[in-house]
């Protein structure tokens, strides 16, 4: 059954539904990226068995103690490929416009959908020349404010309880930005947030009040259609950046202005794929950032390290955005 999905900015036809996801009336617009699941390259007439070039070895690990991902040219540089330690197999053509998604039986096709939703087309937006942050963004009005940090940050918590307070989701993350004549737009992602069991429980009372995505990953659904909350499904310009990641034992959330020569490599540091950038990829970044960071306000957000106290800094977070605002 073949479905079609804006994600991103990008528009995605795919031969299988995405989990997750809800497909949108543009089947006449021509896609950006086309995506064939359980289907490899081979079947349509690439060579991927013969030489191959090592582009990327993760320095993290998978429970075998093998590096978690590696990254290969292959088909005679025709093909990247993507592959986990898992099994789940990636491939995607130079000009970025197709991709095969393949799965070991010990998988499913959750699982490849969540490396596909997340560090995979993170990966490919960056490629395609769309500088990415590694944050969460939401809807406040009609202005974008995204939270960024490292994992463990807190920026899905954040997310997630912006969407609880009745405020719109519009992504988790990953944040895809596009310049524009007036500033930089927040790209849409997808309708739901990813959260650890603390987070579920801090927000929803129990662990096991959200699904997990598949057995194979712990992460649990928060699915915003499922629960009443609200998507921003637009492009939306984005107002503010607050950095999240360090914590304080202060009964009240305070933040700090962050000047432009100190946040910069804050969001160096929260970019993605940043050790595929080639030179000219790179200076193209730091060019984005400094236009970035002459137009919309940074801010450290200093919170209660309990996530159990999240609504205080979501309150916190509103109100800071406010008086910015005027």
């Given at each position: 059954m073949n479905a079609t999905y804006s994600i991103f900015g990008l528009i995605v036809r795919s031969n299988l539904l995405i989990p997750g996801l809800i497909a949108s009336a543009t089947e006449f617009v021509s896609p950006a990226l086309?995506?064939?699941?359980?289907?490899?390259?081979?079947?349509?007439?690439y060579q991927t068995g013969g030489n191959r070039e090592l582009v990327y070895t993760s320095v993290y690990t998978g429970e075998s103690g093998e590096p978690a991902l590696h990254i290969?040219?292959?088909?005679?540089?025709?093909?990247?490929?993507?592959?986990?330690?898992?099994g789940v197999k990636f491939w995607f053509t130079r000009d970025f416009q197709r991709m095969w998604i393949v799965w070991p039986a010990t998988s499913s096709k959750e699982d490849a959908a969540a490396y596909f939703l997340g560090p995979v087309?993170?990966?490919?937006?960056?490629?395609?020349?769309?500088?990415?942050?590694?944050a969460s963004a939401v809807a406040l009005g009609d202005s974008a404010v995204a939270f960024v940090g490292p994992e463990g940050a807190g920026k899905s918590t954040l997310a997630a309880a912006f969407a609880?307070?009745?405020?719109?989701?519009?992504?988790?993350?990953?944040?895809?930005?596009s310049e524009s004549?007036?500033?930089?737009?927040?790209?849409?992602?997808y309708p739901y947030l990813s959260l650890w069991e603390d987070s579920t429980k801090a927000l929803f009372g129990s662990a096991d009040a959200l699904p997990v995505f598949s057995h194979n990953y712990e992460k649990r659904c928060f699915s915003l259609k499922d629960h009443k909350s609200r998507f921003a499904d637009r492009a939306l310009p984005l107002r503010a950046i607050y950095l999240l990641g360090e914590w304080s034992l202060d009964a009240v959330p305070r933040f700090e202005p962050v000047p432009s020569a100190k946040a910069l490599p804050s969001l160096v540091a929260n970019t993605y794929a940043t050790n595929l950038l080639d030179i000219k990829m790179r200076a193209r970044e730091f060019e984005v950032l400094g236009r970035l960071l002459a137009k919309v306000p940074v801010r450290k957000l200093i919170a209660h390290q309990d996530s159990a106290r999240c609504l205080e800094a979501c309150d916190a977070v509103r109100k800071d955005f406010q008086s910015l605002q005027t």
């Open positions: 086309e995506v064939l699941w359980d289907r490899c390259p081979d079947e349509d007439g290969w040219r292959v088909a005679d540089d025709a093909l990247m490929q993507v592959a986990y330690c898992d087309l993170g990966l490919l937006l960056r490629l395609r020349g769309v500088t990415c942050l590694h609880r307070e009745g405020y719109a989701a519009l992504s988790d993350d990953i944040v895809a930005l004549a007036g500033g930089f737009l927040v790209q849409p992602a």
